[in-house]
C-alpha cells in the first residue's frame, strides 16, 4: 500500500474519531486496530453526557437495539443511605446518558469512520522505527504479511499500555494518580433500570473501608455490568486484588439486581489518568485517548475524553499537514491545558484526599444526606459544569488543597 498522510493505532475510541474527523475533512487515513471487530474491553460501557454529545457529533445511531438510555446516576453510601439524581441540563451537552457493550460501540464507531474514507486494517500490529529518536515510519503486520509506511503524521491510540508510544520515550509520570478496575456481566431482571449505580462506601469481606468504588450499569438486554475501581493514592492498593475486591462487592449489591452470573471470566486493567503520559507530542506524532492517560480521575470516565481527544488532535493534525508544518502539532498540549489543566489539577488533589479511607468514608456518608451538594458533586466528577459555574474552580482548588494539606500521612 501507499503511505497514507495519516496513521493511527488503535481503533477503540480515540482512534476512530480522530479517523472519523481527519477523513471528514479530506485527510487519507489509514487506521490499524491489532484484533478484529468486535472484541471486549474492561471497561464499564457507560456514557455519560459528554460521550453522548461526541457521538451524536459523529453520527452515531442511538436507536440500536445494543444501547440501552440512562437517565441518571444512583448513589450509595453504605446499605442504606442512596439519592438518585437525573442528569443535569446543561447548555451544551444533553441530559442523558447510555450503556452500551465496548464490542458494539467501538465496532459501531469504526464503521462511522470507514464510511468516511478511512482505511481500516483489522488484525494489524504497527510497529514504530525510530532512528536518531525520531520515528520515521512503521512496520504494519497481519501476521503473514508486513510493509512499512512513512506517513506524514502518526497518532497513537492504542491503549493504557501504549506500546508504541514507549518506543517514543512515552512514560507515565509516577507522581500521578492511576487506578486499577475488573469487571464482569451478569444476568439481572432489573437491566432495563434507567440509572447508573455506584457504591460509594466500598467494603472487603473484613468490613474494612477500601478507596475506590462499584458500579451497576443496566444495558437494556437481560444483563448488567458489575465493576469496581481502586485508586492508588491508597497506600495498600499494591496489595489489594481487584478480583477479590469484584467478588466482595456482587456479594453486597442491592438484593433488587438478582445478579446470576458472571457470564464468562471478569477482566481488569489499568486505569491511566489525569494526562499522566508525556510526552505527548513529538515532532510528527501524538497520543490520544488511554494512551495520553487521558480518564477523568474524578470518576474514572475515559470513553468521552478518548473522542474528545481524538477530535482535538485531528483539528491540529489536519492544521499542520494543510500549513505543511509539523511544529503547529504542540499546539494540541496547550489546548488539553486550557481544556482540562484545571479541572485534572484538582482531581488530583481529589483523589489523594479519598486515598485516605477515614475521609472515603465520611465525605460519601455526609454527602449523601445532601441533595443538593449531592447534585454539585456530580456535575463537578462528571464535568458537567456549566460556563457560568467554572469560575467556582479556582476556589474549589484552594478549598481541596487545604484540606489535603491536613491529611496525616502516616
Not at 471487530?37 to 457521538?55: E, F, N, V
Not at 487506578?179 to 433500570?193: C, E, H, K
Not at 479519598?354 to 449531592?374: D, E, K, S
Amino acid at each position: 500500500m501507499s503511505s497514507p498522510s495519516v496513521l493511527v493505532v488503535g481503533g477503540g475510541p480515540a482512534g476512530s474519531a480522530a479517523a472519523y474527523w481527519l477523513a471528514r475533512d479530506g485527510h487519507d487515513v489509514t487506521l490499524v486496530e491489532k484484533r478484529e471487530y468486535p472484541r471486549d474491553k474492561t471497561c464499564g460501557d457507560g456514557l455519560t453526557p459528554r460521550a453522548i454529545l461526541q457521538l451524536g457529533d459523529m453520527g452515531f445511531n442511538f436507536d440500536v437495539p445494543e444501547f440501552h438510555r440512562i437517565t441518571g446516576l444512583r448513589s450509595y453510601a453504605g446499605d442504606d443511605l442512596v439519592i438518585e439524581m437525573p442528569w443535569p441540563d446543561h447548555s451544551r451537552f444533553p441530559n442523558w446518558g447510555g450503556v452500551i457493550r465496548r464490542r458494539d460501540l467501538d465496532m459501531q464507531v469504526a464503521r462511522l469512520a470507514e464510511a468516511e474514507g478511512v482505511t481500516i486494517r483489522e488484525k494489524t500490529t504497527a510497529t514504530p522505527v525510530v532512528e536518531d529518536g525520531v520515528l520515521t515510519s512503521a512496520v504494519l503486520s497481519n501476521g503473514t504479511t508486513s510493509e512499512i509506511v512513512a506517513p506524514e503524521v502518526t497518532i497513537i491510540a492504542d491503549g493504557s499500555m501504549n506500546r508504541f508510544g514507549r518506543d517514543l520515550g512515552s512514560e507515565r509520570r509516577r507522581d500521578y494518580p492511576m487506578g486499577m478496575a475488573a469487571r464482569g456481566y451478569w444476568r439481572s431482571p432489573r437491566s432495563t433500570d434507567p440509572f447508573l449505580e455506584s457504591q460509594l462506601d466500598m467494603r472487603d469481606s473484613s468490613g474494612a473501608t477500601m478507596p475506590g468504588y462499584g458500579w451497576v450499569f443496566p444495558l437494556g438486554d437481560g444483563t448488567v455490568n458489575v465493576g469496581v475501581g481502586l485508586l492508588s493514592t491508597f497506600k495498600r492498593w499494591k496489595q489489594v486484588n481487584t478480583s477479590v475486591m469484584l467478588d466482595d462487592y456482587v456479594a453486597r449489591t442491592p438484593e433488587y439486581w438478582e445478579l446470576d452470573g458472571p457470564l464468562g471470566k471478569p477482566m481488569g486493567g489499568k486505569l491511566t489518568m489525569s494526562f499522566s503520559k508525556s510526552p505527548l507530542v513529538g515532532p510528527n506524532w501524538m497520543t490520544i485517548g488511554d494512551a495520553a492517560g487521558a480518564i477523568n480521575p474524578w470518576n474514572g470516565e475515559g470513553i468521552s475524553y478518548a473522542y474528545e481527544t481524538g477530535r482535538i488532535a485531528a483539528e491540529y493534525v489536519g492544521e499542520a499537514i494543510g500549513a505543511g508544518d509539523l511544529e503547529e502539532l504542540g499546539g494540541y498540549t496547550r489546548r488539553l491545558e486550557r481544556d482540562y489543566g484545571l479541572y485534572y489539577k484538582m482531581a488530583r488533589i481529589f483523589v489523594k484526599l479519598i486515598g485516605n479511607p477515614t475521609v472515603m468514608r465520611t465525605l460519601a456518608h455526609t454527602g449523601l444526606r445532601n441533595r443538593p451538594l449531592m447534585e454539585w458533586t456530580l456535575k463537578v466528577m462528571a464535568n458537567l459544569l456549566d460556563d457560568d459555574e467554572k469560575e467556582m474552580g479556582e476556589r474549589v482548588y484552594d478549598s481541596l488543597a487545604a484540606v489535603v494539606s491536613r491529611i496525616p500521612t502516616a
